[in-house]
């Protein structure tokens, strides 16, 4: 057998922030066979995958070992031998405190191609989001990165800290560090450093958990030690270290240190979730709901067959716009068999999706629901018997149609999707807001409020879990509320994500 088209590809996933993956680790991870990857790589990633890829975990979960090196590196073989295309994943940069070169040696070993792609390692991270140069031009002229990880019983280098606390005009960024921290200082120190050099730790860099202490090598470990910050985390020491005050801005943007939940499908969370991450926010997605493309065939095809006929095809969901292009565009594959149809939808979101088909959207009402797409329609003066196509999911849109009905339009409703309830009782990022509660909690649709107070057992907090803010987009998500009996705190006057981003910023800082 020859192991002519396997590839393994070590790749870097970056610290964390998924805005800080390279492109050519994106785009390796969408064409992957296998991807095989480790504790702190953003789950997210594994998303980007192609359907039928084999993702294989192998780092530590709670009360296990990770899988043995060796394992692995046998792993990756055997996958590029059967001409797999491997993608090996792994937290920051592979070949920083990564063991990254291990496995390339044994991939040259086996005569296996092989490519490495860089990543942006803790430290840089670390530096970047914390405010710390690691270098600069009147202090420091040189960074070191080390590991604070000794285990006696293993055969590593045994780092030799006080040769470091005698370098001049030097950073030190120390990686897994958090276990001794205390010795690591005080040996630097032995070694000739000042102890009142600043110094500092960053937690998490780069995401909403972020969290970081600054002081000197004297005073660190206790600060470390009242406030309870552990591993992942970056350890600074020397004089750039004194920047951090000044040009930290991560720390500071409106939404830092808070924790907020998202409840709706997981595709339409990642919007949101990138306009709440980029405020500073830590983001737990709890995809209480989850569209499914379901197509009620035969009146698709009569519609279809019937497509010159109808005057308005009105759409309430982002979803349901490309369901119905998936589709039409199968049977038609030019768009110009839509003829004279006119085009209505629900809000900013749909809109959104319709025109990037190059359509104009004719009607949308200023406040996104039902009722007042029904009363912006009305308002066209169109409607009298014209012929009006009303996409749906499930839930079936009684109010808008009955609206238009009454205003002598002919409605056919059209199936393409149904939105169903998920059961999050297993899922871990649903664990993390039962122990530790969230500082809000935002409601964008009504199903997902439904589905939030039926699982409200599951979803239970713990006692001295903290009790979020409820807020909801607009009027329909907050009647469902109401009637489950939630206490909203906020509500937008305009049913938007930004607006409903305001409203929060707004609350939290109450
Ligand atoms: N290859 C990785 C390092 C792996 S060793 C890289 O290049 O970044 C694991 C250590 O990296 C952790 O113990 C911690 O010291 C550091 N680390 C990883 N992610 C981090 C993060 N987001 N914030 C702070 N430190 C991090």
Known sequence: ????????????????????????????????DVLVYDYLVHPELIKWCQPGCEVVYVGKKAGFHAVPQEEIEALLVKQAKAGKKVVRLKGGDPLVFGRGGEEARTLAKDGIPFEIVPGVT???AAGAYAGIPLTHRNTSSSVVFLTGHEDPK???????????????????????????????????????LNPQTPAAVVQWASLGRQRSVAGTAATLAGLVEQSGLAAPAIIFVGEVVR??????????????????????????NSELREKLETLGAEV????????????????????????????????????????FFEDFLKGFRDIRALGLLRFACVGKATAKE?????????????AASGESLADALIATGSLDSAKIIVVTGNLNRDTLVKKLEAARAI????????????DLSADPVADDFRQKGADAILFASSSAAQSFADQAKSLKLAKDAKRPLV???????SETLKKTGMEIAFEPKKANLDALIDALIRNLAK
């Open 411 to 422: 409605v056919d409703r059209l199936q393409l999707y149904t939105t169903e309830k998920t």
């Open 154 to 192: 293993k055969h590593e280098l045994q780092t030799d800290w006080r040769s470091f606390g005698a370098l001049k005009n030097t950073t030190l960024a120390i990686y897994m560090g958090m276990g001794h921290l205390k010795f690591i200082l005080e040996e630097l120190v032995a070694g000739g």
């Open 471 to 477: 807020g909801s987009i607009g009027p329909q998500t």
């Open 1 to 32: 057998m020859s192991s002519s088209s396997g590839i393994v590809y070590l790749v870097g996933a970056g610290p964390g922030d998924l805005g800080l993956v390279t492109f050519r680790a994106k785009e390796l991870i969408a064409q992957a």
């Open 243 to 268: 920047d951090h005050e000044a040009i930290d801005w991560f720390e500071h943007l409106p939404l830092f240190g808070r924790r907020v939940a998202i409840t709706r499908t997981r595709d339409q």
């Open 284 to 323: 737990l997605e709890l995809p209480l709901i989850e569209i499914k493309k379901y197509v009620e065939k035969d009146s698709f095809v009569e519609i279809l067959a019937e497509l010159g006929g109808y005057d308005w095809i009105v759409f309430t969901s982002a979803n349901g716009v490309r369901y």
């Open 354 to 366: 319709i025109e990037s088909y190059h359509l104009k959207v004719e009607c949308m009402p200023d």
């Open 122 to 124: 803790a430290a840089l």
